[in-house]
């Protein structure tokens, strides 16, 4: 089994990870909703203010952390050259992952709170 995809069994905390970040789930979100692939622009202009700086720096946050980040985990698709990114699986496969990520958290809460 390879570790580098999310749905090909990568753990508990990568999924934690991805999912941790505010722009991430804001990306899967909007993605499962698009009827077709989105640019890195509109994701951009989605995530941030009116202020053209802040789109900007959404822009490079997108191309550079988040969406490889995304791709790497086997979560969506990005096509750098022409900026264009697309849910990799359904919106149920999504909902599933994020089910997953719950279920961890839960049992993490069960877990403490016995401790006490």
């Given at each position: 089994?390879?570790?580098?995809?999310?749905?090909?069994?990568a753990?508990n905390?990568?999924?934690l990870?991805?999912?941790?970040d505010r722009?991430?789930?804001?990306?899967?979100?909007t993605?499962?909703g698009?009827?077709?692939?989105?640019?890195?622009?509109?994701?951009?202009?989605?995530?941030s203010?009116?202020?053209?700086?802040?789109?900007e720096?959404?822009r490079?946050?997108?191309?550079?952390?988040?969406?490889?980040?995304?791709?790497?985990a086997?979560l969506?698709?990005?096509d750098?050259?022409?900026?264009?990114?697309?849910?990799?699986?359904?919106a149920d496969e999504l909902?599933?992952?994020?089910?997953?990520?719950?279920?961890?958290l839960?049992e993490?809460?069960?877990?403490?709170?016995?401790g006490?």
């Open positions: 089994m390879d570790d580098t995809h999310l749905r090909e069994g753990g905390d990568r999924l990870d991805l999912l941790a722009h991430r789930r804001q990306v899967l979100v993605l499962a698009a009827s077709e692939p989105l640019t890195v622009d509109e994701l951009s202009e989605l995530l203010d009116v202020d053209e700086t802040q789109v720096r959404a490079l946050e997108l191309h550079h952390t988040h969406l490889p980040k995304l791709e790497a086997g969506v698709e990005y750098p050259e022409n900026q264009s990114v697309t849910l990799a699986g359904s909902t599933a992952d994020i089910k997953r990520a719950a279920a961890i839960h993490l809460v069960v877990k403490t709170r016995q006490d």
